[in-house]
């Protein structure tokens, strides 16, 4: 079956604009959830939706926002871009629950503010 | 705050030894424990799990430990090869919670 796909692969904004990532689970996975990587940092759990409604959230501003749609895929947003969100993002999906379960995750999408 | 730290950045190791990866947690609510794997431009590969019920999974060449007492978990890798050569996360869940560590480089020379 068909992996975790996420687009676009390459992104570059500048400052105080917004972005739109999108992310499309393996078929029959419920549970999407987006991370951020950046140099030093490994993974940081951004959030988690389930059957459109976020569950989890981690420790990001109100400016990364999500939501999910009755086909369970998903987009992220950013509003008011600064340089330090230039990062890869990483969505992964897994069946029922995202802490649990085995996640697997999109290839990212790579994301430069200058 | 880290909760979840890896605190070697990068191990080298040859060819059919073997190689251990460290991860130290400090979240007492932690109850499910994963490592994976991340090669270049690829996102990350679920490898192997252990719950807090256990203290070691084996799957192949991989086993994971866990020491609940010293909040400290381990992957060995053996033998190693080359091909293991990438970035391993550690991840830690529970209590509404997920953590990932920031990785370490595992370089297995031939």
């Known amino acids: 079956k068909a992996g975790v796909t996420q687009t676009p692969r390459y992104l570059i904004k500048t400052r105080g604009q917004q972005v739109t990532l999108s992310c499309s689970p393996i078929?029959?996975?419920?549970?999407v959830s987006w991370y951020q990587q950046t140099p030093g940092q490994g993974l940081q759990f951004l959030f988690e939706y389930f059957s459109e409604t976020q569950r989890n959230k981690g420790n990001f501003p109100g400016r990364f926002s999500g939501r999910q749609f009755s086909n369970s895929r998903s987009e992220m947003n950013v509003s008011t871009l600064e340089l330090g969100d230039s990062a890869l993002y990483l969505c992964?999906?897994?069946?029922?629950?995202?802490?649990?379960?085995?996640?697997?995750f999109g290839p990212g999408t790579r994301l430069t503010v200058l | 705050d880290q909760q979840v730290k890896q605190n070697s950045p990068s191990l080298s190791v040859q060819e059919g030894r073997i190689s251990i990866l460290n991860c130290d947690y400090t979240n007492s609510m932690f109850d499910y424990f994963l490592w994976y794997k991340k090669y270049p431009a690829e996102g990350p590969t679920f490898l192997i799990s252990i719950s807090s019920i256990k203290d070691k999974n084996e799957d192949g060449r991989f086993t994971v430990f866990l020491n609940k007492s010293a909040k400290h978990l381990s992957l060995h890798i053996v033998p190693s090869q080359p091909g293991d050569s990438a970035v391993y996360f550690c991840a830690a869940s529970g209590g509404n919670d997920m953590r990932f560590g920031a990785g370490t480089r595992l370089t297995v020379k031939p």
């Open positions: 078929s029959g996975h419920r549970s």
């Open positions: 992964a999906s897994s069946f029922l629950d995202s802490f649990t379960d085995t996640q697997y």
